[in-house]
């Protein structure tokens, strides 16, 4: 089954599901909000997607947290996106093993067709 990772009021997320559900895939949510997934999660999302793909600089909690300011390697923004999962880039969808960041209509077809 896939599963997608985010929070349900997210634009992105909401188009993903939109596009899931006219496909007829089952899908499982999991809400960063009610179920935060930790550093065993993410790690391995970055053997397949870069980090400046997978960390949002452009969302409410970057600039609320003042992130840009602290100068992170890509060691300490694994830290924080373990800590405070606000900071990926949603929607995460992770087919059979194989993660794809943000929705992106073309690719979501691609994968499903």
Not at 27 to 47: G, H, M
Not at 82 to 102: F, H, Q, Y
Request: aromatic share 10%; hydrophobic share 40%; with cysteine.
């Amino acid at each position: 089954m896939v599963k997608l990772y985010g929070i349900k009021n997210c634009d992105s997320v909401k188009k993903a599901i939109k596009f899931l559900k006219a496909h007829d895939v089952a899908y499982e949510l999991i809400d960063f909000k009610a179920t935060p997934v930790d550093c065993d999660t993410v790690a391995p999302w970055l053997e397949q997607v870069e980090m400046k793909k997978l960390f949002n600089t452009r969302g409410t909690t970057y600039r609320t947290l003042k992130l840009k300011e602290l100068n992170l390697d890509e060691s300490q923004q694994l830290q924080w996106l373990c800590k405070e999962n606000l900071l990926i880039k949603r929607p995460v969808l992770d087919l059979d093993g194989k993660i794809t960041v943000a929705f992106d209509e073309t690719t979501y077809e691609a994968l499903f067709s």
